[in-house]
Every structure is written in C-alpha cells, then in structure tokens.
C-alpha cells in the first residue's frame, strides 16, 4: 500500500480486564469502561517519551475508553495541537457471541494463530478479513486527506496487527506465522510504513 504520511501504530496499555479477567474476551459493546492499570499507564508514559523525536502531527485512536485514555496520555505528553479524533473503525475485532465469554469456547473453534479466523467468523461477530479491510478503508480514507504528516494510531492488537499486513501486503499464511513475533505489546508502538 502506497501511503503519502507516515504512520506509527501504538497499542493501549494494559488494562484491569486483562489482569483481572484474563481468560475472559472483551465484552462489546463495554457496559462499563475498561482502565489501564498503574502498569498500563506507565507503558503508555514510556512509549510517549520515546515518540518525542517523532513530531507527531496528528493522533487518531479507536473510540473506547482504554484507546481513548490512551491517546490522550500520548497527546498530552508530547503536545500534540488539536484533538484526538476518535474513529469506530479502529475498534477491536468483535468477536461477536463469545464477547465477555470464556476465552477457551472461542478457541475451542477458533484455534489461535490459525487462518480459519481470515475466513470464517462467529455468529455476530467479524472475521480477521473483515477486521483488516475495516481498519484498511480508515487508513486509505485518512491517507488521502493529509500530505507529508506524521500520524499516530492508537488501536487494539488485532486491528493493528491486521493494518501492518495490510500496509505490507503480506499474505494470510505470512500474517498468521509473524502474529506471535511482530504483535505489539500493551503500551507499545512500532512505526508501520518507514
């Protein structure tokens, strides 16, 4: 993919569901807001100092509140002007009736790091290709509204993973055998196209 910015995706940090709740996916909508824990916020802290060199221009985050907390710890520690903006596009894979269920019902049938999840999807839910294209058509759009801009994504693992591939153009089979070297960490960041 062939982009006229340059972009730096960061995932949130970690959060008390994933402490707490650890064997539990995400429920969707979120009933109530997930946190970042100490640890969470100060990964984001860290990544934020790390980004200052950046300049970054714009920050783009999806629209829950442990992405949104997220963001606005980066904006604020490197002064970025204007707001964030928030797109439900960057939202995290909807695992549709498996949300806020036990994680190892959805494995049952979704084995991890499998291609069946670019192809087949749960009752309710999306597949990894939906997910990809989702996050795919918010990178083109915003792409072709900026020129020469530095921009920060804040997003979910999934989602970003998936983006990566996308910007790439890696296979599915490729996607699937770098998930478990090249998925981001909660708090962390990579830069996605230089």
């Given at each position: 993919?062939?982009?006229?910015?340059?972009?730096?995706i960061?995932?949130h940090?970690?959060?008390?569901?994933?402490?707490?709740k650890?064997?539990?996916?995400y429920?969707?909508?979120?009933?109530s807001?997930?946190i970042?824990?100490d640890?969470g916020?100060?990964?984001?802290e860290?990544?934020?100092?790390?980004?200052?060199?950046?300049?970054?221009?714009?920050?783009?985050?999806?629209?829950?509140y442990?992405?949104?907390?997220?963001?606005?710890?980066i904006?604020?520690?490197?002064?970025?002007k204007?707001r964030?903006?928030?797109?439900k596009?960057?939202?995290?894979?909807n695992?549709?009736?498996?949300?806020?269920?036990?994680r190892?019902?959805?494995?049952?049938i979704?084995?991890?790091?499998?291609?069946?999840?670019?192809?087949e999807?749960?009752?309710?839910?999306?597949?990894?290709?939906?997910?990809?294209?989702?996050?795919a058509?918010?990178?083109k759009?915003?792409?072709?509204?900026?020129?020469?801009?530095?921009?920060?994504i804040v997003?979910?693992g999934?989602?970003?993973?998936?983006?990566?591939?996308?910007?790439?153009?890696?296979?599915?089979?490729?996607?699937?055998?770098?998930?478990?070297?090249s998925?981001?960490?909660?708090?962390?960041?990579?830069?996605?196209n230089?």
């Open positions: 993919m062939k982009l006229k910015n340059k972009y730096i960061l995932r940090g970690q959060t008390t569901y994933q402490i707490k650890k064997k539990l996916a429920p969707w909508p979120e009933k807001p997930i970042l824990t640890k916020i100060k990964q984001v860290l990544s934020a100092k790390k980004l200052k060199k950046e300049k970054i221009d714009l920050v783009y985050s999806s629209d829950v442990r992405t949104k907390y997220t963001a606005g710890i904006r604020e520690n490197l002064k970025v204007g964030v903006i928030f797109d596009r960057l939202r995290d894979v695992l549709g009736v498996f949300r806020g269920k036990p190892e019902q959805f494995f049952d979704f084995p991890k790091f499998s291609e069946k999840w670019f192809y999807k749960p009752k309710g839910g999306e597949s990894w290709t939906d997910c990809q294209e989702r996050v058509s918010f990178l759009e915003i792409d072709k509204k900026r020129k020469n801009k530095i921009i920060l997003s979910h999934d989602p970003l993973w998936l983006l990566e591939g996308a910007v790439k153009g890696l296979s599915n089979k490729d996607l699937v055998a770098r998930k478990k070297k998925f981001l960490k909660t708090g962390s960041f990579k830069k996605l230089y």
